[in-house]
């Protein structure tokens, strides 16, 4: 059966929440990623769809691959450079169905400054401390192997929710059981920045 006629296809969900990424300063026109694994086929958002497309996708315009990441349909010239990083992430990590990759507005902050997040409210204390993946270069197996190792000590968590980690001078990445839940931890973890950001203007007492 091809992809185009599975029943739970998750592209017209994918595009949706690109779309709001980028709306929501999730993410920039410099890049970002989406993946989602349904059954054998892994789907990936393609290569520039932040800075020619501005993230206004078409189903059809995501990549789709097998269990041995090669290309089913779509063009294979535009497979995301971050690839390595999401296949590794969803090699290591059974629980895990969708990952994100993002620049979000508030939480570049914290991967400019190498900084770790911590959790600022009620709905972000199960992510714990947003740990700090070591400068890698982009797109490199290096990179994929760190934020796998990075994870690692935190599998079982993963069987419950989402988690994410922030790539030093680079942005953040997420993962979780599936892409809507990606996305909302994305968007929680980046009102946690957000939040703490801001309340460090506050005056004291």
């Not at 501005?54 to 995501?62: G, I, S, V």
């Not at 090669?70 to 059974?94: I, N, Q, T, W, Y």
């Not at 599936?178 to 957000?194: F, G, I, K, T």
């Amino acid at each position: 059966m091809s992809p185009l006629n599975l029943p739970d296809d998750p592209r017209p969900l994918m595009v949706e929440l690109a779309r709001l990424m980028y709306a929501r300063h999730l993410t920039n026109s410099a890049g970002g990623n989406l993946s989602c694994r349904v059954g054998a086929h892994t789907f990936i958002t393609p290569r520039y769809a932040g800075s020619k497309q501005r993230w206004n996708l078409q189903p059809a315009q995501l990549i789709v691959l097998d269990a041995q990441e090669r290309v089913l349909e779509g063009d294979a010239a535009l497979l995301s450079r971050e690839s390595k990083m999401h296949f590794a992430c969803l090699r290591a990590f059974p629980a895990v169905n969708g990952v994100i990759h993002a620049h979000p507005r508030h939480l570049s902050v914290f991967a400019n400054a190498s900084r770790p997040l911590p959790p600022t409210v009620e709905y972000t204390h199960k992510f714990g401390v947003l740990d700090v993946v070591r400068p890698l270069p982009s797109h490199s197996a290096e990179l994929a192997e760190a934020v796998v190792a990075a994870l690692r000590p935190r599998a079982a968590t993963l069987q419950n929710n989402g988690l994410g980690l922030i790539l030093a001078q680079h942005g953040v990445v997420v993962v979780a059981r599936d892409m809507a839940e990606a996305y909302d931890v994305l968007d929680r973890l980046e009102d946690s920045a957000h939040t703490l950001l801001h309340s460090a203007a506050l005056p004291a007492g």
